[in-house]
């Protein structure tokens, strides 16, 4: 994350002289250092310039434009910076915009306050001055209003930077998908031109068949090597060691294209396995947990999402995979939705060791396949589903409450996960469905629903949030205005 790097960019003007100037930058130099040593702050801050000008202004948003190394700007006036200033500058910005509202000093100091500490000292006028600039040109962006050292002020700095990672991961993310949607389903489909435009995203196609070359064209010697891994990471708990071996020949010929083609998330879809044994179960989960993202039956935008998401919440300690709302409890005052897919579950979500067992899968008409069976985490996170609505892309957020599965289920073969949507599970499913939230999505124990909001904005997209305060009338307002807002852009 440290190699996503942050511009601090300070307003201000010619008006208070050299020394003033000398001052605001040398302290800007230093808190940008103290910040990036924090660590709440995943990637690196680091101080760029002391804007005094349109000129100099305009020419950082260039240079931070076409700086692949610069993740985003954060901003932030020391004295105060005439915002008409930065209106040729901001109306050229390609980059996430942070405006960090800060001040160097915490408190007010009561014997030295005096009219040179006032002119040094304008940050509670001169970020009103420039946050207004910012509205008056509708820019997006992120607010952060505290004291840089403190530890929830940073937290939040931190979680933006982890948003605009995924923004720019978004820019050059590569799909590739082995066969089509499955057939007649409505939720997977949507406008991959108008994905592109948006996100950034390439979403091309593959043909099976080479996939299954490739599988074949695995070594004996390669397929020990990664048995060798599994032996060691996960309990195997079956003597079907000859369908384990085709999981890791089919994990390394995915890995084998996604790095060919440079793409970092696929899909697959059972309907189409044209040439291969049996479909990917153990290699998609291996493929999920190395960081990739995956959707299941041709769904690319889940998995974009997924990867988007996971490179978010890289070095985060919750675990974000790829996940399908299966079924229900519904016992009153103990309901949850169980969780799983017919194999893909990532075990980053995982509560203990996996287990590598084979059992038929009764779909698709191939060999049993090897898969990694174990419960999911308790814990509170986010689901998360992008849907195409038709002219634009909404983002759907939901907060969950994950518990250790109430039940063991000996029977299920495959991972699963069980948890509480907000605000309850009636509530949540029925607010969920009103806003046409898909049946797969990323589950993730790391991404707050601020990130993710953070994220859609950066991304120019529209975010519908369901938490524990969510209320149905208003909600169904909300999504009747949306829908005549996003109408009118
Ligand atoms: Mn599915």
Redesign the pocket.
């Known amino acids: 994350m440290k190699q996503y790097k942050f511009w601090f960019v300070v307003g201000s003007q010619h008006l208070y002289g050299p020394e003033v100037l000398r001052i605001v930058a040398e302290r800007a130099e230093e808190m940008a250092r103290w910040i990036s040593d924090n660590p709440n702050i995943p990637c690196t801050l680091s101080y760029k310039a002391t804007v005094k000008t349109p000129d100099e202004i305009t020419a950082i948003v260039k240079e931070a434009n076409y700086d692949d190394s610069c993740a985003g700007i954060v901003t932030w006036c020391h004295t105060f910076s005439p915002s008409k200033m930065w209106i040729n500058g901001l109306k050229l910005l390609q980059k996430p915009l942070c405006h960090f509202a800060t001040q160097y000093n915490r408190t007010i100091p009561n014997e030295e306050i005096d009219m040179d500490f006032m002119n040094l000292n304008q940050a509670a006028h001169g970020d009103r001055e420039h946050g207004f600039i910012a509205t008056r040109l509708r820019l997006g962006r992120k607010v952060i209003m505290g004291y840089w050292k403190d530890h929830e002020v940073l937290k939040e700095l931190g979680l933006w930077m982890r948003s605009a990672v995924g923004y720019n991961i978004s820019q050059s993310l590569k799909v590739v998908r082995f066969g089509d949607n ?1 057939r007649q389903v409505a939720v ?1 489909e949507g406008d991959k031109v108008e994905a592109q435009i948006k996100l950034g995203w390439q979403v091309n196609t593959w043909p099976v068949g080479e996939l299954a070359e490739q599988i074949n064209a695995v070594s004996e010697a390669e397929v020990d090597a990664l048995m060798a891994e599994y032996a060691e990471k996960y309990d195997i708990n079956t003597d079907n060691l000859a369908a384990v071996r085709y999981q890791a020949r089919e994990e390394l010929a995915i890995l084998r294209i996604l790095e060919r083609e440079g793409a970092t998330a696929f899909t697959n879809t059972f309907e189409d396995l044209y040439g291969m044994e049996q479909l990917p179960g153990l290699a998609t989960q291996r493929i999920l947990e190395r960081g990739y993202g995956y959707g ?2 041709g ?1 690319w935008k889940v998995a974009a999402m997924t990867r988007i998401i996971k490179a978010m919440c890289e070095g985060m300690d919750g675990g974000t995979g790829f996940m ?1 709302d299966y079924t229900y409890h519904l016992d009153e005052g103990m309901e949850y939705t169980l969780g799983a ?2 194999l893909e579950v990532c075990p980053t979500l995982a509560a203990g060791k996996p287990r590598i067992e084979v059992h038929p899968l009764g779909i698709g008409g191939k060999s049993d396949p090897a898969r990694l069976v174990f419960e999911g985490k308790a814990g509170k996170g986010t689901v998360t589903s992008l849907v195409d609505m038709g002219g634009r892309l909404r983002l759907i957020v939901q907060d969950i409450e994950a518990v250790r599965p109430i039940m063991s289920m000996p029977n299920l073969p495959v991972a699963r996960i069980m948890w509480k949507p907000m605000p309850d599970l009636r509530t949540g499913a029925r607010l969920w469905i009103l806003a046409g939230g898909a ?2 999505t990323v589950l993730s124990y790391d991404a707050t629903p601020e990130m993710l909001e953070d994220w859609a904005e950066m991304m120019g997209i529209e975010y519908v949030h369901i938490g524990k305060d969510t209320n149905v009338g208003l909600f169904k307002q909300q999504l009747f205005l949306a829908d005549m807002a996003w109408k009118l852009r």
């Open positions: 499955m997977t299941a039956e769904d399908e897919h017919m049946h797969h």
